[in-house]
């Protein structure tokens, strides 16, 4: 896959006519899924290449000044999400204040008619321009004059809404099927593999605690079963999302994961976790021994829901 980044202040066309979809895509939904096939689709019918148009950083982080705005996934993993699908060119759009105040006329004439573009596909609450000034019915009646305006319908769960903000809801209850079938893929994050108090190794679940970024959204506090891959090899795993309150030492909120038929030193590895199902809530053990029973039967329930589920054939 191609990267393509632009400023809008110094346009520049792509070499070759493409087909394209745009928007934000945060989490690359279902609904998200739609554009992007039909860009697919449209491109091979053409026989151009078919490209995403997004923008970055977050508008929020531009518009509001702030810091840190948590998401369902990174440019990167859209990126690679969408390479997946078959996206051949990956377009970054710089979005900066001037961009947010330019009008649609002027969004439309220096941005989407310059990416030489063959077909735009966007979804049916598409907004450009300063305060959303442009909309569907704008590039329905002037998307013509530079390329040929595909607009994709809502796509709804059961009559309702598909929605990064309603995704997140669901990560933020802990109800991991829901997000999966959502997103059509376990929703997840990765991390480099830190030192930790090796707590979990004293009581023979040695686990490897992830060091995230903080724009992740991280699910419900509790007990998940999860995919874990390291280096390209997959194995079943069961991660805590807490502060350890048996032993009372952490304030903040941590990640560990234990692999399943796995024992390797991997401080400073990268760990990605695909979380499939949340187990129980956090504990606070009124003794070690409990803990250690507690986890054996969370060990034997991983097993059974990861054979029932056939986990590691699905994704």
């Known amino acids: 896959m191609e990267r393509y980044v632009l400023n809008h202040e110094e346009m520049k066309a792509y070499p070759e006519p493409l087909s394209a979809c745009i928007g934000y ?11 992007v096939t039909t860009a697919i689709e449209a491109a091979k019918q053409r026989n151009i290449k078919s490209a995403m148009i997004t923008f970055h950083p977050d508008p929020w982080v531009v518009l509001k000044d702030m810091k840190h705005v948590q998401h369902l996934t990174t440019l990167k993993d859209r990126q690679d999400i969408v390479e997946a699908m078959g996206i051949d060119v990956f377009i970054v759009i710089n979005f900066t204040k001037s961009l947010a105040a330019m009008s649609k006329e002027d969004f439309f004439e220096t941005i989407l008619c310059q990416l030489n573009l063959e077909v735009l596909v966007y979804g049916f609450d598409f907004r450009f321009g300063y305060m959303g000034q442009g909309d569907t019915q704008y590039l329905k009646d002037i998307g013509s004059t530079c390329f040929t305006p595909i607009e994709v319908a809502e796509v709804k769960d059961d009559d309702v809404k598909i929605s990064t903000t309603r995704i997140t809801h669901l990560i933020q209850e802990g109800k991991m099927e829901e997000v999966t079938r959502l997103l059509k893929r376990p929703y997840g994050f990765g991390g480099i593999v830190v030192d930790g108090r090796k707590k979990g190794r004293e009581i023979g679940f040695p686990t490897a605690n992830l060091d995230i970024l903080p724009e992740y959204i991280v699910p419900k506090l509790g007990v998940y079963i999860a995919l874990a891959t390291l280096n390209q090899r997959q194995f079943l795993a069961m991660v805590n999302i807490g502060h350890n309150p048996t032993f009372n030492t952490r304030s903040d909120v941590s990640v560990e994961a ?5 024992n390797e030193m991997i401080y400073g590895q990268r760990l990605e ?3 499939v199902h949340r187990i129980r809530s956090e504990l606070k053990f009124s003794s070690i021994q409990e803990l250690i029973e507690q986890m054996n039967e969370d060990y034997r329930y991983t097993r059974e829901y990861a054979h029932e589920f056939k986990l590691t054939e699905q994704f």
Do not use: M, S
């Not at 234990?258 to 796995?262: A, Q, R, S």
């Open 25 to 35: 895509f945060d989490g690359v939904h279902i609904g998200h899924q739609a554009l």
């Open 258 to 262: 234990y692999l399943l038929d796995f």
């Open 273 to 275: 976790l695909k979380f």
